[in-house]
């Protein structure tokens, strides 16, 4: 068994999806199975590296043997760890829905993309070198744009454009901040910049540079223009990754970043950042209540959700292991039930041939599995009891409540209630019988599951909260110094 | 003194010259201003002691991206052409009246220049004299199988992040793969200078890729600067009206477009069962691995680069060959 | 200052005059043909002159035959396109300036 | 699961035997009735039998609960103490009349797996409800049950049924976002949520008792929505469109029964009777409660609408807990939390029996009921138990509530409350005994109303056994709970158990 | 002190004249202009102020991580100019359309 656990799981969920996207372009015929595989790997490999971090705490491997600052480290604490979880799980249900989605000819083009993609987050989640995670954040971005395209429809097309020059805009302000930072610390090794920055101007410039140009990336409001029109109009899976995992990508990079650089310094920053997230809330779900297409309405949810998750820095003042925690839970949560929404919305396209809401037509009856699984994500997004959704808002609220934050707490309950309206919108309609009846397509029951899957996972994950801050725990026990903090439940 | 004078006209014409670039009226006349910038770059690259650069610029910078953008713009001259109206072929819907009010101008102006005199305040206010990392690099230089310190760099310190490189070029042509071909366009007959021209330069091109590629060990020069010398000679031939055979090409273009990130996955697999340890070269065979990567990364970025030329230039797809069933 | 440092300066003065009239004519020229002329006048003998000067400071044969290799695929480059930019200017109809 | 030594896992049993059941039959196909139906009835007979030994157990001293960590520093409890029995009780015997009732209301019409599949959760929820040791887990099932009762508010699928659930939603919801406030924000304060006899406050610097009185109108406001407390009430009368099982259910039992049993649970286990008497926030509820009671009664008056002019009737009886609740008194508290089970008993009855001359003859209008007692003799003798309860005429449990409440009034001081029972109860005559003399009195029609397109013809039959059945055992239940009020086994005798250790601790 | 300053701040012009064009102008080939420009911005920051180590030895690091941005610079322009022609193709035109194509 400890053999196993020598094993460097790490490079391994790289080295893995690579190889198998390679391999599809080799063999384009191969592209399902390669792809399927490479994914169930995926997962194994994220199981040991997890198991590695629960044994040997954190995990870093210096690529070329020759280490930070020189070399590039491979770096996984908790926080890395929850998010490489959420990246294999989720885009393994994804995987599963996709296999019966696309039709040949389109499978062989999503696979390479989807797998190269795939090898990006999780170089991503696993990278402790803000220049390595330029050049992963750029492979995300080309390869999140080159699947939304996947269609060719004028409107994904229009979505893709937008899309691209968005990130890459943001990627070059986030380069200039490195190059700032770079030739103000002589380093791009996270740790080592930690241990050198001071807050002079370069490092508030290559903050603020840094900042907008993830928050763009993240989508944070308002730099949100590009998300609805991107993510609703690439195929369902597409959307299912955007949402839930592209997007975090970004964020997990600026939340690194405020832990680990700027977190000292920058409290006022972090009040705008939550500022911009409480209006994210409102405003994203202002415009999904006033959406007639399900993919819409489920994208312009995804940016008012994206706002929970900013909510954090006004209140990370509670203790870093804390926000970190709080973060990754949400982001989590977010993922599992946003993926089993657009999947969802992706069923009810194919049945109906369309996404009018008005049109669902007892869809409940119909499609009672997909229903079900659009239910129960929702319930998450709401953040009513039990679920995950319910976990995260219950921490942030508490975490607002104690620091005497009455606005925060109010716009997430409004948030809350926006968000009911929305979906009940949806299931109300799917309940209803429409005036005029529609015809249907059978939908694979694989695709029906795969949604499901995913919903069920985002109400389990609400039992696991405890799990996840354990975990996030596991790098705290090594930074001793905030060990105080951590909740142990 | 002389010298200061010529980087401050380096400096302002670069800025002159992307301002023209990004504002001129016709569209053709901006993209060839945007490759006479790319030149005046390479120099700026040159001024700052930067000759890896200078090359990559001058070959990638400037002509490939260049060739590109001529390319796009002509297909698009014969798109609009064709598809809307028979308005020229050039000025494309030439410089539309920029949007937002006097007002919302005026913020973003006054935003940008803010903007502007911050960055330049945090970059003066950087201390004038820091080494960055060239210690380290200097340190380790004779471990790392190589004599030039940027390929070292490249291909050894910092191998991971070329690893992932190659994966973005990849993708790029996936990318560009995934949006189908372009409408057919009818093939232009190619006027004989042209072809001469290509059937002459051809074989310069990959001598000169391939003395690239060998000097780059030691000297500026290496896998990237070679690549696309040689994906130049690919662009030339294409532009003289050279295809090559569909069916034949299948295997062989596959193989070749990855060769380069199939070579880095290899070798990463077989660092970890070997050393442990992911893309640690033995130091006595490091010379011999860099150059092995390397020759098969300019193989794939040579290819990856034609062939992002064509699927922008003209409808063919089927050189691409996409694996499709009927 | 040796005497091929004076010949040097001199090869790169009257280089840099044909570079200058070149420019000028790119400029003040009325058509692509006309423009095309003094482009390539400059490329070609102004370049010329500038790789002479250079290949006299040449510290090796070897260095010098590089440059002369450069000046002989500027001026196979320069010939070509010239001609492609006036055979395409031609099929597009563009008129010879006349008086 | 830590604490799940002894005896923790009856009440997971309870909450498992509606929720087992539920998700099976959500996997059924429509035309599988015979095995839906012995799911059903199994789990609820099991509930009734986990039930009786956990209240065996308690009436013995017993204590049972069941710990599981879920947030941090917070746990999912569920705990069978004497009051949540009470209403677990209620609850089970109610849940098998009316999957009875439900089995043959619901004969041959669509999607009857979905309809009994969110039934039983709907039931697993209130038992949830019932049984939750603190405040969270009480907000997680008490919002679980608003999700899982509006597919059975929207179960016929028109627009109107949509437009219904729409409103529903808007009240409970919003109802629910209000208590998530309170309820952090009284974690923010306090750092535990347990229900404990005393309460968890009574400690607490003077400094918050702002706050609290915040957080207490927060919490009855959200508790207040589902319990139809005025002004909060205006989802009930648009709730009516659902099958008739299900506004018996939603009526009698699970809704409005769970926001008034969450009023008592803030009231004793939280804030503790006394403390909540000294920061002065009972008076108000008391005063609250007295509207709602008169207000629901005058406007029950008004309708024609025999479901609707019930569900006005739910209003204003609901409050009787309430009041007997803010009335600070061991005798108050009798009344009012009897009157937990005496009306769900009263009010179910007058719901099955809405639902049975809907069903059979096609009446929805109090004005189409004329002779309608000669048709249906035993449905309509049920009816009249049940409305006289709701008057409060002797024998009938709903005297044995109004009677204590006024007791309690008095022996509290506040006297006010004896002209509002009297008056509610005349208004409860005002509308309920001209049914009452339409039905008995009058001459039938030559023919009764068309009947639904499912309708289906029951000859010289009063009405199908399963729907027969269910009203007149709750009647009968209704009638005993009154005229036995004294033995051991009545509802009153526990409660008064119940007050007893919340008053004399 | 060298000539790494000059070149630093004529980079930061760079990067936003390309972010003034990237927002006024409509056409998309502009904007895929505009971001080459700023990308040679961010580019000329990253090589000029590694001259700060002297006359003679230079800092390798940022030549090498501009060289890598090159090469990303080259796939992102030629994904985009693709994405451009396809949908000049289907639209007719290369601007981004309004908000959501329906």
Redesign the interface.
Known sequence: MSSLLAIDWGVIAILLPLAGGTACVLWPALSKPAGLISVTGVVLAIAGLGWRIMENGIYRHAVGGWGAPLGIDLFADGLSLIMLIMTALVGLGISFYARRYFSPRDAVRFWPIWLFLLAALNALFLSADIFNLYVTLEMTGLAAVALTALTGRIDALGGAMRYLLATLLGSLAYLLGVALLYHDAGSVDIATLAQRIQPNAAVWTALGLMSAGLALKTALFPLSFWLPPAHASAPAPVSALLSALVVKASFYILLRLWLELFGDFAQGASMLLGLLGAAAILWGSLQALRQTRIKLLVAYSTVAQIGYLFLIYPLASAGNGIAAGMAAYLAFSHALAKSAMFLAAGNLMLFGGHDRIADLD?A??RL?LTVAAFALAG?SI?G???SSG??GK??L??AA??QGRWDL??VM?IG??LA?GYI?KV???A???AEVPHDARAVPAGMEWAALLLAIGAILLG?M??EI?ALIAVDLVVNADEAGTV??? | MLQWAFDTMLGFGLLWLAWRALNSSDLFKAIVLFIAFGLLMALAWVRLNAPDVALAEAAIGAGLTGALLLAALARLGAMTDQNVSGASAYPVPSAQPPAGSHFSRGLLILLLSASVAGMAYAIWSLPSYATGLSMDVAAHLDDSGVGNPVTAVLLNFRGYDTMLEMMVLLLAVLGVWSLGGLQQQPEKPVAAVLETLSRFLTPVFILAAAYLLWVGADAPGGAFQAGSVLGAAGVLLLLSGWRPRVRLMQWPLRLALTAGAGAFILLGLLTLLLEKQFLTYPVAQAGRMILLLESLATVSIAVTLAILFLSVSSGHKEKSGKGEKK | MTAADYVTACLFILGGIFFFAGTAGLLRFPDVYTRLHALTKADNVGLGLIVAGLALQAESWLAAGKLLLIWLLVLFAGACVAHLVARRALRKGTRIWTE | MDGMSGNAWLPLMVVASALLPGLII?GLPEEKVRLRTVLNLSGAFAKIFFTGWMLWGVYHGNSYEMRM?????LDLVLRADSLSLLFIALSSVLWLLTTVYAIGYLENS??RS?FFGFFSLCVTSTSGVAMSGNLITF??FY??L??VT??LV??R???A??RA??IY?TYT??G??LL??GV??L??ITGTLEFSPQGILYHLDTTYHPALIAIFVLLIAGLGVKAALVPLHGWLPEAMVAPAPVSALLHAVAVVKAGAFGIVRVVYDIYGIDFAAELGVTGPLAMLAAVTILYGSLRALAQDNLKRRLAFSTVSQVSYITLGVAIVGPLATIGGVVHLVHQGLMKITLFFCAGNLAETLGIHKVREMNGVGRRMPWTMAAFTLGAFGMIGVPPVAGFISKWYLGLGALEAGEPWVIPVLIGSSLLNAAYFLPILHRAWFRDPPDSWPVMRDTARDFGDKETAWALLLPPVITALLALFAGLLASTWFSPLEWVQLIAQRAFYH | MTNAFLYALAGSGLFVLGLHALVMHAHVLRKILAINVMGSGVFLILVALARRSGETTTDPVPHAMVITGIVVAVSATALALALMLKLAEKSGQAVLPDKHGD
């Open positions: 007892r409940v009856q009672p319930v709401m009513l009891p039990p319910f976990v219950w921490l609220l508490d409540m104690s707490a109010v309950i809350g209630l009911a009940f299931l109300g309609y309940f209803t019988q039992f909260a405890s801050f909740w142990t439940a | 959500f960590a879920f947030l941090p520093g669509p999607h979905r907000l997680l919002e679980l608003t999700l509006y597919p929207v179960h699928g028109t627009e049924a949509r659930g729409q939603l919801i919003s629910g976002a998530l406030l952090v924000w974690y923010a």
